[in-house]
């Protein structure tokens, strides 16, 4: 028996939607072709299209399917970038906060080294919140010059919900569209998609399949397309669409849509259950993120910091004993790297690289919190121990040196 903690990577799919996607991949069609088995294949779109339409109270018309959360945030940064450039070439700031998901800091910094972009990192607080008048001051210091901003919704690192509402109302004001990635929110927390210029989405965060998703965009709103073809999409966007995918997707939503509120309740009462029972195994442990309701953090998501123990030494053992759990850093070519979402937050790079995020979803119980503190004891004294053995190492190696 293994024990997933993982969630916020990808959750398990959904018994509708498998169901959902089986059925459909039953047929043949494309969905651009003009024969029977082509408008029948349409006709699964574009019912998916508005279920997914009807549970995020928006118009179908605003929903862009695409092959995931990564796709949709970089349409939306880049294609918001072309439009509004394209439409008035002075307007050459980017607003985007510190703690965005790869998917939005990578096109971003893009933008930066290729485009000639002037960005504006935002800051975040210590629990990981973007200041809604550092964007106020911004958008006001340089009317007229902002092509667009990206906040996210929620962090998927260490689950901080961000103040969306006023930072949606500062664009307004200042005409500025706002580009929010929801991926981590959406299905856990409730989310007003009409509030954002676009919305990122990803079907295999909420319980459907992976490598297909939507970006939720705001009728009349222009956009640059990344990819072009035949322009299925709303001349957006264009590729054969993926049915079983869309279908799968559209019974994902509509499930966990429908019960946000209930659902993340228990959802958050086992996160702060596990929460309490790690601090009493470790009580030198440290929580990152916000503390508070669903306003404040994600509910599945815990994030804790155990000082001594590097993460990844943590994340093999506890794997080995069967618990799957997510390094709270970044790891690049190998080497953990800290998380940028963490020193942004200003936690120090060992502190950052001594991190784990637990994250909970639908299928999680209090089992799994059982399993994990039942193996964190011991995989906590080997990492510890194995801490100190680097460092007795590192030193070693500096005296060697003559450092
Ligand atoms: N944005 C956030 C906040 C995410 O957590 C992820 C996935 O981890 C993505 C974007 C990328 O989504 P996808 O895996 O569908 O490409």
Redesign the pocket.
């Known amino acids: 028996m293994r024990t997933y903690l993982d969630h ?3 959750t398990p799919l959904l018994d509708c939607a498998r169901e959902a996607m089986v059925a459909a991949l039953a047929h043949t069609g494309n969905a651009s072709s003009l024969h029977a088995a082509g408008r029948a294949a349409r006709r699964r779109v574009e019912e998916s299209r508005e279920t997914i339409a009807a549970a995020l109270g928006v118009t179908p018309s605003e929903v862009i399917f695409t092959a ?4 949709a ?1 970089n349409l939306a940064v880049k294609g918001l970038w072309w439009a509004r450039t394209a439409q008035d070439p002075t307007r050459r700031r980017v607003l985007a906060s510190r703690i965005e ?1 790869h ?2 800091l990578d096109p971003v910094h893009w933008l930066g080294e290729h485009e000639g972009a002037e960005v504006v990192w935002l800051d975040v607080d210590a629990e990981g919140r973007v200041d809604v008048e550092q964007v106020r001051a911004e958008l006001a210091a340089h009317p007229g010059q902002t092509a667009l901003v990206a906040v ?1 919704w ?3 690192e260490v689950g901080t919900v961000q103040p969306i509402t006023e930072v949606a109302a500062a664009c307004a004001q200042a005409g500025v569209p706002l580009h929010v ?1 929801g ?2 929110a959406v299905g856990s927390i409730p989310v007003d998609a009409a509030l954002p210029a676009t919305l ?1 989405i ?4 909420l319980g459907g399949p ?2 297909v ?1 939507a970006l939720v965009a705001r009728r009349g709103l222009e956009l640059t397309p990344l990819t072009h073809g035949g322009g299925q999409e709303r001349q957006v966007r264009s590729g054969t669409l993926d049915v079983p995918a869309i279908v799968g997707f559209a019974a994902a939503a509509e499930r966990v849509l429908g019960d946000v509120v209930a659902r993340s309740a228990g959802t958050a009462a086992l996160r702060d259950e596990l929460f309490g029972r790690v601090l009493e195994i470790a009580p030198d442990s440290i929580v990152n993120g916000a503390v508070g309701g669903l306003d404040a953090r994600l509910p599945g998501n815990a994030h804790v910091s155990f000082p001594g123990c590097e993460s990844d030494a943590l994340l093999m053992l506890l794997d080995s004993a069967g618990v799957e759990v997510s390094m709270g850093s970044a790891c690049s070519a190998g080497v953990p790297e800290p998380s940028h979402v963490l020193l942004a937050m200003g936690i120090d790079p060992v502190r950052a690289r001594s991190s784990l995020r637990f994250s909970l979803g639908h299928t999680s119980t209090r089992a799994d919190v059982d399993a994990l503190v039942a193996a964190l004891p011991a995989a906590l004294a080997r990492a510890g121990r194995a801490g100190q053995v680097r460092i007795s190492a590192q030193m070693a190696a500096a005296a060697r040196d003559g450092g």
Not at 202 to 205: D, G, L, P, Q
């Open positions: 916020a990577a990808t995931g959360g990564t796709e945030d998901h998917a939005v996210m929620a962090n998927n990635d991926v981590q990122a990803s079907a295999h965060k992976v490598g998703g």
